[in-house]
């Protein structure tokens, strides 16, 4: 039985992720409740925290990054990501270029 | 030229692979969302700022809750894909419970935001807050919907391929949304609290 | 119960009854004929409700002619007013009525025409390149299609209850907000492109689970035809930007539906927000116009050269390029809104960049072409006019990608005849290109090919006549969209562009008479062996039409050009036939389609009951489908082997 397959019959991934989760989730939440944040790297460390869930949920709960070739659901995935970031983030530098320049 | 199996034989390949297209295209929709957030979160108006607004422990239990139902549609996933429809049933149950109770609190932090004259009317930031929370919560009754009609029909037909795609396919979807949540939970919620 | 509408709703001028009219004449006479023929109970259970992607991919076409002709209209309708309209003459069009046109034109072109006869082509195409029985999910194919036609409905709507938005295409806040176009206009606008959006998106998915699941064995990806892989790419392109404008366009609605504050001039909303997420899904969007005609090249121009296509690696790896780089140009649509030198420089330099990729395509179909046997069919007339008029319209739009040239030219008619250059050029040329190379294949005879190349002589000279004056008029200072202008320098040009019209009108013309000759002819032209053109990939290994399902058995490819490969190899098919595992129709589309023009239109109008009836309706038909069992059915093997003997349907 090959990894994925594995994976998609048994509940030890899922425990393991939902343990891990439930850790990320009381720590970030005790960071910005117990530091009042306003520093930038507190900032940071949370969202990071978020991002590591997340990913730590595609792999232990949606089976993600096991399959064979061709990978197509890592490969859309990754696109996908992506194309998040370029239009979050292009859209944030764009609006705030244009906030600082066309301010009155 | 030779004969070749009919362009059913893999069909929970494609399903699968298709619903997860779907899932991504979600991904982009809520993604603009997050930018749009992102962009007007500021525009308060000296109306109340996210750090009174929000009540983080309140919002900490519904983030447990479905990070929880998460889970319990990952257990039934497995045993649907073990063949063993009652605890497959059992499981997708918890969930859909689960689901309702993330939902009702949801709906009363919503409604408790309105009534104190915090609705999507009045700034910015409130719109662009009820957007992408409301597309989230919607999202959720839209699958609290679907579970009880694939219910029915493993009620009905036990764990067939049918049933078993669809059950894969209500997973995937249910734990994505947990996901986008992380990101909520993380990005609203939390860095609200900073200022 | 009415809602906001009212006798009000049913008050135009003389032209738009006169369009309005028309187009109830032409649907009555249609309706009429139908029942006539009795052809309703045909109509419903061969094509409406069918399943089979040659039909969807016909239907797709027939509802595209019918918008392109609209647009046509809309276009001859501008070139008479702006031919006249100059100093104290003020023309025959209202400015509103004139500001309903434009938005019309641009809506209709770009997402009924473009998008519909590609989507068209593709669904004819695509499942037989890859030697595959149909699309991957048949049933959302059919889906997909309702929606598209159903959303399509509200420019013909919006002639007599109503009026359309007289925004321009790209619908832009505030002056799309609440506030300054609260009547039903923009959310004719915006249901419109919504409803046809979420079916784009669903075809994207389609699509590109099929190329990328269902491809016949031995097909690689680097065995497959550029079509396919130029397909490819455009679906990437669709599902990864149409989730933009959903939301984009979901918040637009929001905005004037429940007064949400997200792209107001006040209360901290952010109209140039909405200018910003409108460009990162429309700059995509241009490119997913394009890149099935560049695959529709790829096929025509080694076929008629008789040599294999120049450069295959080369030109998968532009497709890819070009794809990755449509995501980071987007603001070269709005240098001008102030975001300042160093954003401005960024996005005009990849804007520079992606002009690369196309030039290697371009310059590879042209070595195919060198020393090959070329013959000069439609299809290449059409393609030689392509590369002189979208080479043109390339040339410009990167004159254009430099910010500083753009703040003169920046929504100019010099931009007008740039995007035409290379939409009218690329997408419709590709479009003309196609349609008569494949036409064989699916209807079972060649076109004519005199009036063909009338037609094209027209079309081209006439596009020339009518959209190179724009660029002068562009430089000399006239701006898009005007109703009326008093630079009398300006009014020669105008005059020509309208008699360029004329020609194009004409073209259209002998292509209705090509269509006719085509039918007249047919049987002195019929194709018997399903490879007129001497073709190279594999939907020409089927007999013309080919039966239902495709292939009595599925392909097996060792080579690109699998076809040419089988012919000079000399491969035979083996008798051993086996059973066929077909979908079978469904009604399921044409139910989800009528709903949502139902609820989108209770919407509109704000009959809440009608909207939530529709809805309904939708959920209805989506829970009805759940439950169905009877979804598909077996052809046996003796059943196959009488269809292939008698020589299919």
Known sequence: MDKFHGWTVSTKPLHIGLILSVILILASYRIVTYYHLTNVGLIMGVFALGIVQALLQLVFFMHLGLENRPYWYMITFLFTALIVLIVVGGTIWIMSNLNYHLMP | MKAFPDMYHDQYSRTIFGFWMYLLTDFILFGTFFAVYAVLRKSVLGGTPPDVLFELPYTLWQTLILLGSAYTIGMGGAFAHRKQASKAMLFFGITFLLGVLFLGLEGRELARFIASGNSWQNSAFLSSFFTLVGTHGAHILFGLLWMVLILISVAQDGITAQTLRRLTCMRMFWQFLNILWVFVFTIVYLMGEIQ | M??????????????????????????????????????WGTLWKEWFTSVDHKRIGMMYLVVSFVMLFKGLVDAGMMRGQQAFACGESFGYLGASHFQQIFTAHGVTMIFFVGMGVMFGLINLV?????????????????????????????????????????????????????????????????????????????????FLVTILKMRC?????????????????????????????????????????????IFTADYGGSPMLFINLFWAWGHPEVYILVLP????????????????????????????????????????????????????????????????????????????????????????????????????????????????????????????????????????????????????????????????????????????????????????????????????????????????????????????????????????????????????????????????????????????????EMKRSGVRATQEYEEIHMPKNSAVGFWIGLFSFICSFGVIWWMWWLAALGAVGILAAIITRFYVKDVDYHLSKEEVKRLEEKGSP
């Open chain 3, 126 to 206: 695509l499942p037989l390149q890859i030697g595959a029985r149909d699309v991957a999910f048949p049933v959302l194919n059919n889906i997909s299609f309702w929606l598209f036609t159903f959303s399509g409905m509200y420019i013909f709507v919006s002639l007599i209850l109503g009026f359309f938005a007289g925004t321009g295409w790209s619908c832009y806040p505030p002056l799309a907000g609440l506030k300054y176009n609260p009547g039903v206009g923009v959310d004719y606008w915006l249901w419109t492109v919504q409803i046809s959006g979420i079916g784009s998106m669903l075809s994207g998915i389609n």
């Open chain 3, 293 to 564: 005609a560049f695959g529709i090249f790829s096929e025509i121009v080694p076929v008629f050269s008789k040599k294999r296509l120049f450069g295959y690696t080369s030109m998968v790896w532009a497709i890819v390029a070009i794809t990755v780089l449509s995501f980071i140009v987007w603001l070269h649509h709005f240098f001008t809104m102030g975001a300042g030198a160093n954003v401005n420089a960024f996005f005009g330099i990849m804007t520079m960049i992606i002009a690369v990729p196309t030039g290697v395509k371009i310059f590879n179909w042209l070595f195919t072409m060198f020393r090959g046997k070329i013959q000069f069919t439609t299809p290449m007339y059409w393609f030689l006019g392509f590369v002189l008029i979208f080479t043109i319209g390339g040339m410009t739009g990167v004159l254009m990608s430099i910010p500083a040239a753009d703040f003169q030219i920046h929504n100019s008619l010099f931009l007008v005849a740039h995007f035409h250059f290379v939409i009218i050029g690329g997408v419709l040329f590709g479009f003309f290109a196609g349609f008569t190379y494949w036409f064989p294949k699916f209807i079972g005879f060649k076109m004519n090919e005199s009036f063909g190349k009338v037609a094209f002589w027209f079309w081209m000279i006439g596009f020339v006549v009518a959209f190179f004056p724009l660029f002068i008029l562009g430089f000399m200072g006239a701006t898009r969209r005007m109703d009326h202008y008093s630079v009398s320098a300006w009014q020669p040009l105008f005059v020509v562009a309208a008699l360029g019209a004329i020609l194009i009108f004409i073209g259209v013309g002998f292509q209705v008479l090509q269509i006719l000759a085509t039918i007249k002819e047919r049987k002195r032209n019929r194709d018997t062996t399903g490879d007129p053109w001497d073709g190279r990939t594999l939907e020409w290994s089927t007999s013309s039409p080919p039966p239902f399902y495709n292939f009595a058995m599925t392909p097996e490819v060792k080579t690109r050009d699998p076809f040419w």
């Open chain 3, 217 to 261: 064995p031995g097909m690689t990806l680097r065995r497959m035809p550029i079509f396919v892989w130029a397909i490819l790419a455009t679906m990437i392109l669709v599902v990864f930007a149409f989730p933009i404008l959903t939301a984009t366009i979901a918040m637009l609605s929001t905005d004037r539906l429940i007064d949400t504050k």
């Open chain 3, 2 to 39: 009415f809602g906001r509408l009212s006798e009000q709703a049913l008050k135009h001028d003389w032209i738009e009854y006169m369009a309005g009219g028309s187009m109830v004449l032409g649907g009555l006479v249609a309706f009429l004929l139908i029942t006539y023929y009795r052809k």
